[in-house]
């Protein structure tokens, strides 16, 4: 009986041509492999057969086991390229030339403390409202109980556009827009960099950042205020905070109140950082004066609110024990990339 291993060849070249992956490959190795396979069918047939003749037999249908044992073997190695060639084209970018000892970028502190400073007053059912750069004069000053050649204007000079529009100085040039924009009940905080024209020092720069706050209800009073200003003070400074408040003038709260924190590094002892006080002072804020509510279209006979005009730029400096407000606008990436590491 002569053997024949052409036709078992010519099947399993053609089978070979459309396997597409290594599941399909194995199974099509176990099919001409395998215990039961076609080459096993092969050698069982050999015990019909003797001498010579089966000693020849043998050697073909060895030949036709080790030829497709290689086929497959090639097969796997072109799948795998393939597939590697897939996972690089489905992948992002990325340059091999590139030195591995690049700095990653970090977050700048002010950016930092802002998202600390937002996620908790999210947490406790404040929404985070955005506001333009460039405001007109109403919404930065008129709206907020500050009439055209009011004193309190003198503090805030800023850069004029030649149109009338400026920078915005303060945060609370967004209080208008978000009482208009929701109504009452309102729990908002909208951070925001602001301009003033200033004589740069360690402790004055042209641009800094605020973040305000504001909530009005009714029966909202000075006991939330305070209660808001702690919590979301104790959990910035991981630590518990006290604060106190002391009487402070801006148009558009009254009463108006300069908060006070107790000293973090000596708590409250007194030392260099707080001037030996024990405190230090962080957030001007107040009741929303019953002007500036009815500008944004809300009842003050209703309603009551506070506002508070946090300090983010200080903040971030009293938090990362900056000395020098003016690293924070350097660009100097040695000394602003310490606060997130890498
Ligand atoms: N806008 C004030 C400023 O930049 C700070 C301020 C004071 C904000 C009292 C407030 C507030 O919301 O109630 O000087």
Redesign the pocket.
Known sequence: MAINTEELRKKFEERLSQIRNTVEAEGLRVEYLGKKGYVSALLADLKNITGEEKKNAGQIINDAKQFIEKRLAEKQTEIAAAEEQRLIDSAERYDPSLPTDLQLGSYHPITLIQRRVEDIFSSMGFIVENYSEIVDDYHCFEA?NIPKHHPARD??DTFYLDNGQLLK????AA?NYIMEKYGAPVRAIFPGR?FRNESTDACHENTFF?L???MIDEDISISNLIYFMKTMLSEVFEQDITVRLRP?F?P??EP??ELDISCTICHGKGCPSCKNSGWLEL????M?HPNVLKYGGIDPEKYTG????L?LTRLAMMKYGIKDIRMLNSGNLKALSQFTGR
Request: proline share 3%; net charge negative.
């Open positions: 907020l503090m805030q100085t303060h945060t609370s209080q602001c605020q305000e706050g504001i402070g801006f558009f709260v108006g109140f957030c001007p804020c107040g929303i506070f506002a508070f005009g300090g």
